[in-house]
């Protein structure tokens, strides 16, 4: 099927008729330069008679329809196509103030800050939800919206991974995260507004206390599932063999539980990165929704070929110009 993005565009197809019958402006004699070399210069009227002439305003009338053609931005609209009808709508909170940088996680062999575990492993979430939205909120002493609710999945992964320490503040506000999430979901149907959090649970800044957004989110209909990143212990490769260091102790469970109890959602402890890989396969399972049946058409621009006649069209016609003088 074809179809015009801006069909308003066709209406200017008769302008160059209506140029041609607006009377000119009148005549006046004034001053005037004289050139010694006039009679030397080309005539101003180059236009061809008889037959010739006819041609030519056939081309150049054919010209200014294939560019307004072209303005008009043809498009072709494919076969109808159904898209996924299962889906999850999952929007993603990820801490990254100053308390994620400490490296009590292990990864290949090495101690890692606790957002580069993290990274590490929800971009592979990311990558495998085919049929879900996502969303990305990052969150330190402000939050923020990175990216909305997309099918885009690559898109979400690529700037979770480009997330660094700091880049929201070195502070961490969970409530206002939580606050932010119950923002952009409050617009979805209900049962699919669902809000992941990735945190150490401690909550030192911001307006809105973790709790009562927990509340607010509860009311809402939103379901936070918590998971939190710290606590237990990391075995640490030494001249001496495996030594087990305690991770840091800003880790606030006790927190993280009540929000998720409070909003009919789940709380996963994540030590290492084993147990998170564990979280994330049980989110797998979780929040399953069923969607309204919808239709995509697929679109294909078809402007270049018009603006492209045009435009040999006006190359031709000047050569021909040219040609004649």
């Given amino acids: 099927m074809l ?38 210069l080309p005539s101003a009227s180059t236009a061809p008679a008889g037959r010739a002439h006819w041609l030519h305003l056939l081309l150049a009338g054919l010209a200014w329809t294939l560019l307004v053609l072209a303005a008009a931005r043809p498009q072709w609209l494919g076969e109808p196509l159904g898209l996924p009808v299962a889906g999850r709508d999952l929007m993603l909170a990820l801490d990254i103030s100053g308390s994620m940088e400490q490296d009590d996680y292990e990864l290949n062999g090495r101690a890692v800050s606790r957002l580069a575990v993290v990274q590490a492993v929800a971009s592979r979430f990311v990558q495998r939800r085919a049929h879900d939205r996502l969303g990305l909120i990052l969150f330190g002493s402000q939050a923020y919206l990175q990216t909305p609710l997309t099918f885009d999945g690559a898109t979400v992964a690529t700037l979770l991974n480009e997330a660094v320490i700091g880049l929201a503040g070195r502070e961490t506000a969970l409530g206002d995260a939580i606050g932010l999430g119950i923002k952009r979901l409050r617009e979805q149907p209900a049962g699919q507004r669902v809000l992941i959090v990735l945190t150490d649970g401690q909550n030192t800044a911001g307006t809105l206390e973790p709790i009562a957004a927990a509340q607010l ?10 998971i939190g990143i710290g606590g237990g212990e990391l ?9 087990l260091r305690r991770q840091g102790d800003d880790f606030d469970p006790a927190t993280l539980r009540q929000i998720a109890s409070l909003t009919g959602g789940q709380f996963f402890a994540a030590t290492n990165r084993e147990e998170l890989e564990a979280v994330y396969a049980q989110l797998d399972e979780l929040e399953p929704t069923d969607r309204e049946q919808r239709m995509f058409r697929p679109q294909r621009a078809l402007f270049l070929w018009p603006a492209a006649g045009a435009l040999l069209l006006s190359v031709g016609l000047a050569l021909a110009r040219w040609w004649r003088q």
């Fill in 217 to 226: 989110a509860a009311q809402a209909g939103v379901r936070v599932y918590t």
């Fill in 235 to 243: 075995g640490v490769r030494t001249p001496f063999g495996i030594r």
């Fill in 3 to 40: 179809t015009f993005e801006w069909p308003w565009l066709l209406l200017t197809l008769p302008l160059p008729v209506l140029a041609r019958w607006l009377p000119r402006a009148p005549e006046t004699i004034g001053a005037a330069l004289r050139l010694p070399f006039f009679a030397q």
